[in-house]
Every structure is written in structure tokens, then in C-alpha cells.
């Protein structure tokens, strides 16, 4: 059973008050790829270089590859 004082304390989740917007460039920002060129398998995500090639978007590599991997 859940009481009234903590049912007042919760708060929302910070990325609810992001846009759509917001919330692609920040995955485009760390994957270096539009959402819109994800494909989801199951738990694999793929990314759609055929469609990217279509629109004139070029993908080389994902930028935080230095930052992340050693």
C-alpha cells in the first residue's frame, strides 16, 4: 500500500519533458545516426545504410568511438 506522502514526493522522469526533437538529436548526437535510419531486430539495432544512401546521408563512423572504446 502506497501512501500519500509517497505517492507526493515522485517526480517525473527527466527525459519526459524533452521533445521529439530533443530526444533525436541527442540519439543522432551519441549513435551519429537519425533515429529514422534504425532498424530494430528483436534486441539488434541496425542501422539502414541503403535508406541513408537515398536521402544523401553519409555514415562513416560513430563519433564517440575514442571516447568509449580503448
Known amino acids: 500500500m502506497v501512501s500519500q506522502t509517497q505517492k507526493k514526493g515522485r517526480a517525473t522522469a527527466p527525459a519526459s519533458v524533452l ?40 555514415f562513416t563512423d560513430f563519433p564517440l568511438r575514442e571516447k568509449v572504446w580503448w
Not at 541527442?26 to 539502414?48: F, M, R, W
Open 19 to 58: 521533445t521529439e526533437d530533443q530526444k533525436h538529436e541527442i540519439v543522432a548526437e551519441v549513435l551519429g545516426v537519425h533515429p529514422k535510419y534504425l532498424i530494430y531486430d528483436g534486441l539488434n539495432i541496425k542501422i539502414d545504410l541503403y535508406r541513408m544512401t537515398l536521402d544523401g546521408v553519409a
